[in-house]
């Protein structure tokens, strides 16, 4: 199906603070998967990207856009939602069709990014913070219903909330909220989302 080609690459200006630095997010992110799936979070520059490891770099990379708060968190989310082997490929294997799609196109990207955004939604709201969804179309010839997209991401994370959350975006979530909403240390926060990992992984064996 069309749908699967694109991914969104969010990419906007965000508000930064002392709370939410990109040390915090990048050590809370590499605590939890830096060894248990060889997966780091990158500081990049104007485009974010999923690169697996190579003969270069032995681990993966969850390269997020600009240092923006925002576009680590929506990576994240793209990376959480990916399949073992879409991990393997660049970009998860899909296709970026930049802005300025027509009505079909950008009814198939924004099919594509509900799950995604409805993720992020959710860890951005365990880090307290606003969230904006992202339509991605500047200049495209279409009209955007950006009320109608939002509904439809906010109607999936609360899905996700009913139904559960994949194991890493699970894990990920409550290490939010333990550092975010409880104050907890770096050091406790993470090691509660690998309890929860470990967890899953005993039950599977």
């Known amino acids: ?15 930064s603070s002392e709370r939410w630095t990109l040390a915090d997010i990048a050590a809370l992110f590499d605590g939890l998967f830096a060894d248990t799936y060889q997966t780091r ?3 990049g520059d104007d485009e974010p990207l999923y690169m697996p490891a190579d003969d270069a770099t032995p681990y993966h990379r969850v390269i997020f856009a600009r240092g923006y ?3 680590a968190l ?10 073992a082997e879409r991990r393997q490929r660049e ?3 899909y296709w970026y069709l930049p802005d300025g799609r027509d009505a079909n196109q950008q009814a198939a990207f924004e099919q594509a990014e509900i799950a995604p955004q409805a993720l992020e939604h959710l860890f951005t709201r365990a880090c307290e913070r606003s969230f904006h969804v992202s339509v991605d179309n ?4 279409v009209e955007v219903d ?5 509904a439809k991401v906010l109607a999936r994370s609360e899905r996700f909330e009913r139904e559960g959350l ?9 290490t939010l909220e333990r550092f975010y909403q409880c104050s907890e240390s770096l050091e406790r926060a993470v090691t509660a989302g690998r309890a929860m990992l470990n967890q899953a992984s005993s039950v599977r064996r």
């Open 138 to 141: 500047l200049g495209g010839a």
């Open 146 to 150: 950006r009320a109608a997209f939002e």
């Open 91 to 93: 970009d998860y294997g």
């Open 41 to 43: 979070l990158i500081k």
């Open 74 to 83: 929506h990576e994240i989310s793209h990376w959480c939602i990916a399949g």
């Open 69 to 71: 708060f925002a576009s």
């Open 166 to 174: 994949p194991l890493r975006a699970r894990a990920f979530y409550h």
């Open 1 to 15: 199906m069309l749908f699967h080609l694109f991914r969104s690459k969010r990419t906007h200006v965000t508000l």
